[in-house]
């Protein structure tokens, strides 16, 4: 009877050894598990926080060879919620000898439709979901209110073109004036201040 109390024991003593060597087993493999499974997570936030830093980094290179109101264009479609992305694609100017307004015109010459219709078709080649802003400029000449509303004929007139030869949705186009605010030239001269007299549009994603 003895012998057989002793035995039982040592059976116990060795199966409870056992379990706590299969206890810490699995205690450490689930450790290393967790381990691994946290070091997964890391190197995926590091690549979500480099990509991000990336895509940071080229925004800001874009928009710094761009002009001041092409950056206030993108602020203020991102405060409307135009925007899918927040980005800026590029922006257009008629200013050119034949494309700019005439003084004291809101008329779009055969030269600046002609120039529209390019405009339009890389817009359909792209194929991409666009918000466009239409800018319109004045010179100094005049009054600042009597040019803000120049400024807005200027840009309506390329809206409605667009609208209706092109068929772009109203609601994916907004007009803005700046009247004599935004001078590219310092309106000194009849030719200085025939290159304010403008309309850029900033095409927004």
């Known amino acids: 009877?003895?012998?057989?109390?002793?035995?039982?024991?040592?059976?116990?003593?060795?199966?409870?050894?056992?379990?706590?060597?299969?206890?810490?087993?699995?205690?450490?493999t689930e450790v290393d598990q967790a381990e691994d499974r946290?070091?997964?997570?890391?190197?995926?936030?590091?690549?979500?926080?480099?990509?991000?830093?990336t895509e940071v980094a080229a925004q800001k290179e874009q928009l710094a060879g761009v002009s001041g109101t092409a950056r206030e264009a993108l602020d203020r479609a991102i405060a409307a919620g135009k925007l899918?992305?927040?980005?800026?694609?590029?922006?257009k100017v008629l200013n050119?000898?034949?494309?700019?307004?005439?003084?004291?015109?809101?008329d779009l010459s055969p030269d600046a439709k002609a120039e529209l219709d390019v405009f339009s078709?890389?817009?359909?080649?792209?194929?991409?979901?666009?918000?466009?802003?239409?800018?319109?400029?004045?010179?100094?000449?005049?009054?600042a209110?009597?040019?803000?509303?120049?400024?807005?004929?200027?840009?309506?007139?390329?809206?409605?073109?667009?609208?209706g030869q092109h068929d772009i949705p109203l609601h994916r186009?907004?007009?803005?004036?700046?009247?004599?605010?935004?001078?590219?030239a310092d309106n000194s001269s009849r030719e200085e201040r025939g290159k304010n007299r403008r309309v850029t549009l900033v095409v927004l994603k």
């Open 38 to 53: 946290n070091v997964e997570r890391i190197d995926l936030m590091k690549s979500q926080i480099e990509e991000t830093q």
């Open 1 to 28: 009877m003895r012998h057989v109390a002793v035995l039982m024991g040592a059976v116990l003593t060795l199966a409870v050894g056992t379990m706590a060597c299969a206890t810490r087993g699995y205690v450490r």
């Open 173 to 184: 186009m907004s007009v803005i004036s700046y009247g004599e605010s935004a001078p590219i």
């Open 121 to 143: 078709q890389e817009l359909v080649l792209r194929n991409e979901n666009v918000f466009i802003e239409i800018q319109g400029h004045t010179d100094a000449t005049g009054s």
């Open 145 to 163: 209110e009597y040019n803000l509303r120049l400024g807005e004929n200027r840009a309506e007139a390329v809206r409605r073109y667009l609208s």
């Open 96 to 106: 050119t000898d034949k494309l700019r307004f005439g003084f004291d015109k809101a």
């Open 84 to 91: 899918a992305e927040g980005k800026l694609l590029y922006e």
